[in-house]
């Protein structure tokens, strides 16, 4: 065996893959449920460390199984914290689920870029100004307009 | 461009993470409050599983906080896809393998759900994992006969239940001067079902509360009105 | 720890399996050859469970494989029926 | 039996890291959700082998049954199951096509 090719090293850069991985994927995506399965992998990575800072090369599981003398035991801290963190995560996932199936039902699509871009054009659109054309030159200021009828049909009609 | 830069982002963090992992030693923890919880933990709790008795015994409000995080995030899941539910009928129903597959396994995942739930002190598992598996044994007959319906009635009444009885256990400690949620231990034999005083029934409330949200959840998700 | 003939026997099935199966995943042209992949490595994972736990000599781990037996299989009924289609 | 667990981790590593990989490149919706379950697989065996049962079954209960089904579902309602990952504006386009393309 190569020295200090461990177990823990292994562990350590399968963790630090998936983390890489899945932030590459929620920069990179375009797809807005490609981005949610890119936190589920991220999300995955992120538990793999945590349980990996408790674990011990010598140990058992932290579950008692004789009385009297025990052997050395993996930190059970770290595996309490993750045992609620997946969990949770899977309750994120289905919000995060939702507000996809909204999105599509208003917008019909599910780009990232084309999402935002109706989104501004439908804020402004609500609040009776232009757009803003760029981010690096805006169209300078704008009172805020007084709210007409039609804007605020538009406000509260379609759903 | 902007890829570029989600690129050098993402490669980065690797490269920040890895020169981190250089200067730690994995493998051999220190433990300080691993060591003390694993030295006291039978005496205290009476629960033969340690993460048990860190979740529900030494961490037992952050459950509660937990369970309230997970209780907002169904909640405002059932807010956003509101009550537009599409008519029963549009979806094909499953085929005879499904159907009474899925009605034979029904019972078998109940078992193991509650098998799971209550051996929590004992063995691996726990309120949360027994949640997840009812969850997934009161879905499975929606998924092969879509015409079928969960009362949400029931459902939130389960889940409330659960909920408050979660709490009374904890105050019922506080009004015997422990503190809150502190776990109530009876002298009895390690090691047998009915032993680590009240920490059996707080994973019962968990796992119904989990299992009744998820389930609900499920239900809102499969039931929505698609136009795709 | 030397392992005796059986362990090595399920030891080396178990890899190759998982090898072969994982060639598929990632080469498989069509989405249904994806899943079937999918589903073949959780039967996989689920006896490589009872393997670990035998090799670890603790009985508590089988626990997770029955676990992962049973919900294997929901999860693969959901992804069939999606597969499926026509539901709108 | 130190170094045995050497080449498992090593064998569930590749494992999970490729199906992560193929998560974020493949076009079809549906495979993409089956890999993400691949991942989790390989997590629960990796929790197996670092001697953590409860964040096993965990991770066993969420990511095979709960995840996938929840997953699936969405991609079910979005109509996600016959669309090729780049072409999403226009469904109907894509719907002649699928025969060819569909992978």
Do not use: C
């Not at chain 2, 979806?91 to 396994?105: E, I, P, W």
């Amino acid at each position: 065996m190569i020295p200090g090719f461990t177990l823990e090293l292994i562990l350590y850069s399968t963790a630090l893959g998936l983390v890489s991985i899945g932030l590459a994927g929620l920069v990179l995506s375009h797809h807005l449920f490609r981005i949610v399965l890119a936190l589920v992998i991220a999300e995955a990575g992120a538990n793999l460390m945590l349980v990996l800072a408790g674990y011990r090369w010598d140990a058992v599981a932290p579950i008692l199984t004789t009385l009297g003398e025990q052997p050395q035991m993996v930190d059970p801290v770290p595996q309490a914290m993750v045992l609620t963190a997946i969990v949770i995560g899977v309750g994120i996932q289905a919000l995060a689920v939702s507000i996809l199936i909204r999105i599509r039902q208003r917008y019909h699509t599910l780009d990232r870029n084309e999402v935002a871009e109706l989104m501004d054009a439908e804020i402004a659109a609500t609040a009776g100004t232009a757009r803003d054309v760029s981010q690096e030159a805006p169209l300078g200021e704008r009172p805020i307009p007084p709210i007409t009828d039609d804007a605020v049909q538009v406000r509260g009609g379609r759903s | 461009m902007r890829n570029l830069t989600g690129l050098l982002f993402a490669g980065g963090l690797g490269f920040m993470l890895l020169s981190i992992a250089i200067n730690l030693d994995f493998g051999t923890p220190t433990m300080l409050i691993g060591g003390a919880i694993q030295s006291n933990a039978l005496q205290k709790t009476g629960a033969t599983n340690i993460v048990t008795s860190v979740v529900l015994g030494y961490r037992g409000i952050d459950t509660l906080g937990e369970l309230s995080i997970l209780f907002a995030a169904a909640a405002s899941a059932g807010l956003i896809l509101g009550r537009r539910h599409t008519t029963a009928g549009t979806q094909t129903a499953g085929g005879f393998v499904l159907r009474h597959g899925g009605s034979m396994l029904f019972p078998l995942l109940m078992t193991i759900g509650f098998y799971i739930i209550f051996h929590g002190h004992l063995s691996p598992g726990g309120g949360f994992q027994g949640g997840v598996i009812l969850a997934a044994a009161f879905f499975l007959p929606l998924l092969a006969r879509p015409g079928a319906q969960l009362h949400h009635g029931t459902l939130s009444l389960i889940e409330g239940l659960a909920g408050a009885s979660f709490v009374l256990i904890g105050l019922i400690a506080l009004q015997q001067g422990k503190a809150f949620l502190q776990p109530m231990l009876i002298q009895d034999t390690l090691g047998v079902l009915l032993s680590a005083g009240t920490l059996p029934l707080l994973y019962l409330a968990v796992g119904l509360k989990v299992g009744a949200e998820l389930a609900s959840l499920l239900s809102h998700l499969a039931q929505t009105e698609s136009d795709a | 720890m030397t392992l005796n003939l059986m362990e090595t026997a399920a030891l080396a099935i178990l890899g190759g399996a998982v090898v072969l199966s994982l060639l598929r995943l990632l080469l498989g042209p069509t989405a249904p050859d994806r899943v079937v992949a999918a589903d073949t490595l959780a039967v996989i994972t689920t006896s490589g469970l009872v393997v670990l736990a035998a090799l670890l000599a603790s009985p508590l781990y089988l626990d997770v494989a029955l676990i992962y037996g049973t919900l294997a299989f929901v999860g693969v009924v959901a992804i069939a029926r999606a597969i499926e289609g026509n539901g709108s | 039996m130190v170094d045995l667990e050497i080449w498992i981790a090593l064998l569930l590593g590749l494992m999970t890291l490729s199906a992560a990989i193929l998560v974020l490149l493949v076009k079809n919706h549906i495979a993409a959700v089956a890999a993400a379950s691949v991942v989790s697989l390989g997590l629960a065996l990796l929790f197996v082998l670092m001697r953590a049962p409860d964040v096993a079954m965990t991770e066993a209960a969420v990511g095979a049954g709960l995840s996938s089904l929840i997953l699936a579902l969405a991609v079910k309602r979005l109509g996600l199951w016959r669309i090729d990952g780049k072409t999403t504006r226009s469904s109907l386009l894509v719907t002649n096509t699928r025969r060819e393309k569909d992978a």
